[in-house]
């Protein structure tokens, strides 16, 4: 069973203080792991896709990398905006019907 | 349209009725996800159809939950006989096709509260 773990729950950032976002998982054979946003009453926005280690990706103040265990989300300089939810999703091989596992999320909060 | 659009946004229902909870995808997509957003826990894949068949069912919760696909279009998800484990945001998902990773968007959801 595909499993992802997302740490930490909560992060507090000041404006301008450079963070990262951990994504732990377990996947029998990795398809893909996803990066999205989620802001209040809201339904997840894709950021990135990843799919294989050593794999980096940039959009603007986020980068999003993999290794064979985990992903990070670096956030450089946030601004109040970036304020959200951030989610990661696995997809496996075995997912026949290619649906995603998601971690619980962390919610960002960056204060001006 | 533009987005994946779904309706109503808000339900509130008493314990033991139905609701219909609503999904258009984008126009052309022909891949479409129902996820379930329990308060603290992650979105939770409950039915994936393409076309308007439903090859993966295996998230359904119980017997009370079916869904439906159109015309390859607009899907339902019916929940009967609604119990208060029930509450939770209900999301809708649409891609290209099954294997087009960057594609999958989401709806705003149905916020289902069972009352």
């Known amino acids: 069973e595909d499993q992802v773990t997302q740490s930490p729950e909560a992060l507090r950032l000041q404006e301008g203080e450079s963070s990262s976002l951990n994504c732990s998982y377990t996947?029998?054979?990795?398809?893909?792991l996803f990066w999205y946003r989620q802001d209040p009453g809201k339904g997840p926005e894709f950021l990135f896709t990843?799919?294989?280690a050593g794999e980096e990706k940039e959009k603007e103040r986020l980068k999003a990398t993999l290794t064979k265990k985990e992903s990070f989300l670096h956030i450089t300089a946030p601004k109040p905006e970036d304020s959200a939810t951030y989610l990661c999703a696995v997809q496996g091989v075995g997912a026949g019907s290619y649906q995603l596992t998601f971690g619980k999320g962390t919610k960002l909060s960056v204060i001006p | 349209g533009a987005g994946v659009s779904q309706s109503p946004s808000n339900k509130v229902t008493e314990k033991g009725k139905d609701v219909e909870l609503r999904c258009d995808p984008i126009s052309g997509h022909t891949a479409l996800y129902w996820y379930r957003q329990s308060l603290g826990q992650g979105l939770e894949f409950l039915i994936y159809?393409?076309?308007?068949?439903?090859?993966?069912k295996s998230g359904l919760p119980s017997d009370r939950f079916s869904a439906e696909r159109t015309g390859g279009s607009v899907s339902t998800l019916t929940i009967q006989r609604t119990q208060q484990e029930d509450s939770a945001v209900y999301l809708c998902a649409s891609s290209p096709s099954p294997g087009i990773y960057e594609g999958y968007t989401f709806g705003s959801g149905t916020r289902l509260t069972v009352v």
């Open positions: 990843l799919y294989s």
């Open positions: 159809f393409q076309g308007n068949s439903a090859p993966d």
């Open positions: 996947v029998s054979g990795l398809r893909g």
